[in-house]
């Protein structure tokens, strides 16, 4: 141990942690991307598709109907598309944990596989909305900041808040918030319109825009809280709260103070 | 004599030989003010003026009140290369651009809602004692003044950067103009320079807000000020305390120091906040659009009221004469506020008619010795409360997992219902709480030491309580209703009977009070 904390500063371990560290990233950048890359063969497609059924069969037909057809308390499945089930489940809105106004965002019940099974074998059934893959969805690269803001205000601001944070809509339901939403999901929300959101179609929302939009929620969430501590970046209400709580509360004590007999 | 002694006399000397100051000087120098904190409220609001004055001045230096279209091209990336106007442009520069232009921005702007803050409880604290009385009714009027033209300059300030949500305001306030019968649409084409957003409006309420207002505002603090010290202080009761003189200390060197430094420290929380805590991020709403909205829109906490009382107005609207009579922003924007602001302006008045009081009062009331007007003034705020908490319904929606519309009909329900309950719990309060000094007074403070007395009874000793606290509990006046008969000495009624009723009505429930402990109920007392 001692002398590992004597090479650390060795004149040749800049060098080659960086060489270490590019070489990590290629191997990584090409194992990921031969994996989402590389097309599947039309067996292993049909071994995904059966084990979707499975997994569909066991946790999802009690409500949607073991052909997708719906129910009285849950819409039928066929043509929502891949990207819909994706966004559901791996967000773990679904399976539902309540029947409320909302369905709300939840630690996934299912992995990344059986996501993908599961959205394999609805999609398999009627077309609809594909999942982007990693290359569609190269925002950094394809995306403006200063057009997804505009962009974001004119469509998204409305119901999730100027910066993002969400907001609330009539009965209890409401916009949840954008942040730390993966950029695959609120693609695929875009695209799919879950709950009460509408649908941007690609007509409405080009995929570069939506590209855009994704890279500005990017920018907003990375801001550093410039002005000093946010208050949650929801406007007026939390500066009022701070001003008639510390703001009044300071300078009122000071006042007593002041006005206390000297002893 | 020292020499700096001998020096600081020949200055002043000179001084007055050419201007007789020493005179004046001396007489205001030595003006007795009472010391109690609460007489401090509204200084917060003077300082935080003064702090307003200087932090505005320097953002004059580099804004821009213009609606002009240009190309960001500062250093905030998420909005560069966007057409904006140049007055939200400049706002930016001033944030990002200016050395400690963001800091000063925030000092403004908390300022600014400390300043109203500090308005509202020091008219708390005028009311509710009772300071407003003869001869100040003059001085509360100017008060009420004050706080009204600190709504329309905080929200001129708000609406100046041009952002979305100052852009929004705006568009809420068009709409209110609008929904004056009959000239509305004129009004609003006469104050937008034609029709919404336009060019002309920004520059203008600039012009206002830092010209016409901040002069109005200096005017009129001059003479608020120039009245407290003509008619004196009042002060609370307390020995020696008399409604005919003042007991303090003199101006300088106690208030001096004491003013003085609390400027500063005013100025230091101020600053405090400013660097510390975000307050209006415009660059963060982005430039306005009128295609655009964010959800949570919301004004400052002083329009919060009123932004609550329309939200939970139901959709009314008339067509008549082939005019639109929109009836919900018509009502809670201006028709419930007028009558709000001018029952407020009109207090004073309404008490000296109620009790036929027109003697002068230096003497502050204890607010449980005034329980109907108490209530009343907690009655207010309780509706001011509840339509400030509609005014937040969304962000306390999202907030607490609550519904909004349930949180609207809460508000419309509670407006009506809470404020008359709030009333009759707080006179209730007053009440007992005169009971008590009344207790007080005549069985002495409970010691909370049982003795056991030969016969095996335990009695809590009581000690008697000081004489300086017996007369604060027992120097009010309680002065009976008006007695108003229906009819006159020859027995024939007398006019305006209505008027008589409701006025002598009015003057019984002020008038009512536990009957305060007097030196009889004490004898009395001993003889058992």
């Known amino acids: 141990m001692k002398r590992l904390s004597q090479f650390r500063r060795h004149r040749i371990v800049a060098p080659l942690l960086l060489v270490l560290a590019l ?129 974001f205000r004119t469509n998204c601001a409305m119901c999730h808040n100027f910066a993002g944070q969400g907001g609330a809509l009539s009965q209890g339901k409401y916009a949840p918030t954008v942040m730390g939403v993966l950029p695959r999901h609120i693609y695929e929300a875009m695209v799919t319109g879950p709950q009460s959101m509408p649908v941007f179609s690609d007509k409405t929302i080009t995929p570069e825009e939506k590209l855009s939009i994704i890279k500005w929620i990017k920018a907003a969430e990375a801001e550093p809280q410039l002005g000093g501590a946010s208050l949650g970046r929801v406007g007026p209400v939390t500066e009022g709260l701070l001003v008639w709580t510390l703001g009044l509360g300071l300078l009122v004590g000071v006042a007593v103070w002041l006005a206390m007999k000297a002893r | ?86 007055a939200y442009a400049s706002t930016l520069d001033i944030s990002f651009e200016i050395r400690g232009g963001l800091l000063m921005r925030q000092i403004h702007h908390w300022a600014a809602l400390i300043f109203m803050a500090a308005i509202v409880v020091h008219l708390m604290r005028v009311y509710f004692t009772g300071a407003f009385r003869k001869p100040r009714e003059f001085n509360w009027i100017i008060g009420v003044g004050l706080l009204t033209l600190g709504i329309v ?13 100052s852009g929004t305001g705006i568009r809420i306030a068009e709409a209110i103009i609008q929904a004056l019968p009959v000239v509305g649409s004129y009004l609003a084409f006469f104050a937008f320079g ?192 509840v339509a400030l908490i509609n005014g937040g319904n969304d962000i306390i929606a999202i907030t607490f997992d609550l519904s909004i519309n349930q949180i609207m009909w809460f508000s419309r329900i509670g407006i009506i219902v809470l404020p008359p309950l709030a009333f009759v719990i707080t006179k209730r309060l007053c009440l007992s709480l005169q009971r008590a000094d009344r207790d007080l007074v005549l069985h002495g403070r409970e010691t909370g030491r049982l003795v056991m007395m030969p016969h095996g009874e335990f009695v809590e000793v009581h000690e008697p309580i000081s004489p300086e606290k017996a007369w604060l509990l027992t120097q009010h006046e309680q002065n009976p209703p008006l007695a108003l008969e229906e009819n006159d000495l020859h027995g024939v009624r007398r006019p305006g009977v209505l008027k008589n009723k409701l006025r002598a009505r009015l003057s019984k429930a002020h008038a009512v009070s536990i009957p305060k402990a007097t030196a009889d109920d004490l004898k009395e007392i001993e003889h058992h």
Not at chain 1, 37 to 42: H, K, M, Y
Not at chain 1, 87 to 92: K, S
Not at chain 2, 153 to 165: A, K, V
């Open chain 2, 153 to 165: 300059e905080g929200f001129l300030g708000y609406s100046l950067p041009d952002d979305l949500l």
């Open chain 1, 23 to 151: 070489l990590s990233i290629g191997t990584t950048f090409s194992m990921a991307g031969a994996a989402t890359g590389a097309p599947i063969t039309a067996a292993e497609r049909s071994a995904l598709i059966e084990e979707g059924e499975r997994i569909f069969l066991k946790g999802c037909s009690s409500c949607h109907g073991i052909n997708l057809e719906g129910s009285a308390i849950a819409p039928a499945l066929l043509g929502v598309g891949a990207a819909s089930v994706d966004f559901q489940v791996a967000t773990g809105r679904m399976p539902v944990a309540d029947m409320s106004v909302q369905i709300a965002r939840k630690k996934p019940v299912y992995n990344e596989k059986q996501v993908e099974a599961l959205a394999a074998y609805v999609a398999s059934l009627a077309p609809g909305p594909e999942v982007p893959g990693e290359s569609h969805l190269n925002y950094e690269r394809d995306g403006s900041t200063a057009e997804g803001g505009e962009l």
């Open chain 2, 194 to 385: 034609g029709a919404f957003p336009g060019e002309a409006f920004i520059p203008r309420i600039y012009t206002v807000h830092v010209l016409l207002l901040p002069g109005a505002f200096l005017a009129l603090i001059t003479v608020h000020l120039m009245l407290v010290w003509y008619q004196k202080h009042t002060q609370y009761p307390g020995p020696g305390r008399t409604n005919n003189n003042v007991v303090g200390y003199p101006l300088f060197p106690v208030y001096m120091a004491k003013a003085g430094g609390f400027f500063f420290i005013v100025f230091g929380v101020t600053a405090f906040l400013g660097a510390v805590a975000s307050i209006n991020p415009i660059w963060l709403y982005g430039p306005y659009t009128p295609g655009q909205i964010s959800a949570g829109s919301q004004p400052d906490w002083y329009m919060g009221w009123l932004d609550g009382l329309v939200r939970m107005a139901p959709p009314l609207e008339t067509y008549i004469f082939g005019r639109t009579i929109s009836w919900n922003i018509l009502i809670p924007g201006l028709i419930v506020p007028g009558i709000l602001f001018t029952g407020m302006a009109l207090y004073p008045f309404i008490e000296s008619w109620m009790t036929g009081d027109k003697r002068e009062h230096h003497l502050l009331d204890r607010p449980r010795n005034a329980p109907n007007r108490t209530a009343l003034g907690v009655m207010s705020l309780t509706f001011m409360l």
């Open chain 2, 1 to 86: 004599m020292t020499a700096s002694e001998r020096i600081a006399g020949t200055v002043a000397n000179y001084v007055d030989e050419r201007t007789g100051a020493a005179k004046w000087m001396k007489k205001n120098l030595n003006k007795v003010f009472p010391d109690h904190w609460s007489f401090l409220l509204g200084e917060i609001a003077l300082y935080s003026f003064v702090i307003l004055l200087l932090s505005g001045t320097f953002l004059t230096f580099w804004f821009d009140p213009s609606q002009r279209e240009v190309i960001y091209d500062g250093s905030y990336a998420p909005l560069k290369g966007l057409e904006m106007s140049a």
